[in-house]
């Protein structure tokens, strides 16, 4: 079964008690040393939605690392609105999620003259000047799941909101450990804007009365990597013998633990929650290594930062709070405060539900 669009997803479990949604603005307060301190967006002009669409919008995206199963679900989004918008796309990625392993990468799509590049930051301000000089040269910067500098790209196309990841991801963990003992997060890289931005929230909720028997222990990184995220969740479990639960907010974390969960003696001990993809988790759902965890369609994502390209480079669009475009199959999107572009809410999956999915 394909995973449904974003109409069919804004349904949530009523114990989420999601809000309404809010600006994502993880990277507001980051600051760019480069010498250029004209905005990507101030690049833009003035939008014109009586623009002729432009045929054979050609893009480059660029996700955190290549190899990622998550990354992958976006980019056949990218491809699947390319292919209905008539275009092209070149996926060109680092091996590794380092703050500056996609500088080349963008440099070298600016040579290649593209209309577009769509990324998703692996550091705000480490990407930042080249995308400027990227935005200088007339190329539309679309940021995508994790964001760069505000001020080097024009829109930001975020999965949902900041504040209800971290509600959610705390909720989770705490439903299952009972209100009560130890927890720890297993990251993705300790520059990575969205996870930053989550670790953040979740913090404040776990500051909240309901949570005063909770006590997070510690964050530990895994750098999306399998092996790297394996071995930490041993070292949690090791260094932390009465350790109850743990947040993976990252598809290759949350994989890595749940594999590690299910052949140890802290099976059905330590419960562990997190984003992941259906196919990556299912077994450990099946097996009762994981009750529950949660994601947005990826796919989704990729496809809605497309559209949102292809507007910029029409000139439907200039990135400003208001802004309004057509997305293909997923409808009509506003862009919002900061140049935000919000995809939805979160799903929760469940032993009840994960056979409905395949992705």
Not at 10 to 23: F, K, Y
Not at 224 to 241: R, V, W
Not at 334 to 358: H, M, Q, R, S
């Amino acid at each position: 079964m394909k995973f449904p669009r974003q109409h069919a997803l804004r349904v949530l479990l009523t114990a989420l008690a999601l809000v309404a949604a809010l600006a994502f603005v993880a990277c507001g307060e980051t600051n760019d040393d480069s010498d250029d301190s004209s905005s990507a967006q101030s690049q833009e002009g003035a939008a014109n939605p009586d623009a002729a669409i432009k045929k054979g919008i050609k893009t480059v995206s660029i996700p955190k690392q290549l190899g990622n199963p998550y990354e992958e679900f976006e980019h056949s989004g990218i491809d699947e609105a390319l292919e209905q918008l008539g275009g092209s796309n070149r996926i060109n990625g680092p091996t590794d999620a380092g703050a500056s392993t996609q500088i080349p990468i963008i440099n070298a799509a600016v040579q290649q003259k593209v209309d577009a590049i769509i990324i998703a930051g692996n550091d705000p301000n480490a990407v930042a000047p080249a995308l400027k000089q990227a935005a200088q040269r007339g190329v539309k910067v679309v940021g995508m799941d994790s964001d760069v500098a505000p001020d080097a790209r024009s829109v930001f196309v975020n999965q949902v909101t900041t504040q209800l990841v971290g509600q959610n991801q705390v909720e989770s963990i705490a439903r299952q450990i009972d209100n009560k003992g130890e927890i720890a997060i297993l990251s993705a890289t300790a520059n990575a804007t969205n996870q930053n931005a989550w670790i953040k929230v979740m913090k404040e909720e776990l500051k909240k009365p309901k949570y005063k028997d909770i006590k997070l222990v510690k964050v530990a990184y895994g750098d999306d990597d399998d092996q790297k995220s394996f071995q930490e969740t041993q070292g949690l479990l090791q260094a932390y013998p009465n350790l109850k639960g743990i947040i993976s907010p990252t598809t290759v974390g949350i994989a890595a633990a749940a594999r590690y969960l299910s052949s140890s003696k802290y099976k059905g001990k330590v419960e562990l929650t997190g984003l992941g993809t259906p196919n990556q988790m299912r077994e450990f759902v099946e097996d009762g290594t994981v009750a529950s965890f949660a994601l947005w369609n990826p796919g989704d994502l990729g496809y809605l930062a497309t559209y949102a390209a292809a507007a910029l480079v029409n000139g439907d669009i200039s990135g400003e709070e208001g802004d309004s475009f057509e997305a293909g199959d997923l409808g009509e999107f506003e862009v919002g405060a900061d140049g935000v572009v919000l995809l939805g809410e979160p799903f929760t999956f469940t032993k009840d539900n994960i056979g409905d999915f395949d992705f």
